[in-house]
């Protein structure tokens, strides 16, 4: 696999602080050869919460391109997104460690020069991308975690559920036969009223922590609690940024009053002649199984034989190996410690795959 991709240095910041079976990720698939980069130039440090210290840095396209206008300064009280702590708390989580204030922040925007970008509708966000500490032994792999749903009017825009606009073979949160489905869903809603989104995100952040403290550099697409990028537009970052995708995802509309545990999307037989899955499922297939195995071996429940196959906007954009992890369903826990429990998983999951 190519884990060749390199990233340019655009401008510092100073004081910022960093902040179905319906399947829930099923049409929402955010929440689904890459063009090589420029030599990262200088570095920049970043202290989070765990580990100690971390970079991150923006995009630089062949062309010289980069977000906010060619590397001009992004005021520091523009900071990212995040969510706080009593919101966290009163959302039945304890409350997320205060971050330190970083000396360094770089975002990443959707290229529209990008394969698919043009069948984005929602692209005013930015992603960001943190880089491990190098005492961390960094590994140089980038890993897009995808904190489902999350973005504000998402439900109400429409985007082609498949590049060539073909429709969709099966069934979910968008009937098969539909040629588009809803750029980024809401989500469900837990048992004890906590939104998904509010949990996808805490979940990223755990595992975005786990991943810069093994080495691995994270693009969380999703930072804070609104980010204004489909589901085409998350994907396509990803697949020009990142050697894996990873969306986190719990199930929805199941009918099942307990916990049925995790398992991942996999994608139709009828869809493994379409590009670009064509050339990709079979990467997909192999980081999900990984995944899944890495969980049972921290004793998470496991779905049936961990997959099931549903066709998703994530995986028909996708280009690198992608994946939509469904978690558990509407009565799982989501305390910190049962999120831990998965981060730890996930990131066995995630060694596994690349050889680690």
Known sequence: ???????????????????????????????????EKTEIVESVTLETMIPE?????????ENGNTVEG?????????????ESAGAAEQEGHSA???????????QITLDPDWEYADHSK??????????APEESGRKEIVIGVNAG???????????????DGSAKIT?????????????????????????????????????????????YDVLMLRDGEDVQLDNVART???????????????????????DKGCFYISVPEALKSMEPVASHWQQHDTLGADLVEGLRGQGATIYGKGTMSIDLTQTSYSTIPSVDMELGNGYSDHSDATLNTLAEGLLSGIQTYFGQ
């Open 236 to 258: 396509v970052i990803c697949n020009n940024v990142a050697d894996c995708h990873i969306a986190l995802h719990w199930d929805s509309g199941d009918g099942k009053d307990y």
């Open 149 to 163: 749903h999350g973005t504000a009017g998402g439900s109400k825009v429409k985007t082609l559920c498949h590049p």
């Open 96 to 106: 997320h460690p205060q971050p330190v204030e970083s000396t360094g922040l770089q």
């Open 171 to 215: 069934g979910g949160s968008t009937a098969a036969g539909a040629t588009e489905a809803a750029a980024v869903s809401g989500g469900m809603t837990f048992q004890d009223g906590t939104p998904e989104r509010t949990v996808t995100l805490r979940m990223a952040q755990i595992l975005r922590d786990r991943l810069l403290a093994s080495g």
């Open 1 to 35: 696999m190519n884990r060749g991709k390199k990233y340019g240095i655009a401008a510092i910041l100073t004081g910022v602080a960093l902040a179905g079976m319906t399947a829930c990720g099923a049409e929402n698939g955010d929440g689904t050869e890459r063009t």
């Open 70 to 82: 060619s590397g001009e300064e992004i005021m520091p009280e523009t900071p990212v997104p995040q």
């Open 122 to 131: 929602i692209n005013t966000g930015a992603a960001v991308l943190y880089r």
């Open 53 to 61: 210290s971390a970079e991150v840095f923006r995009e630089t396209t």
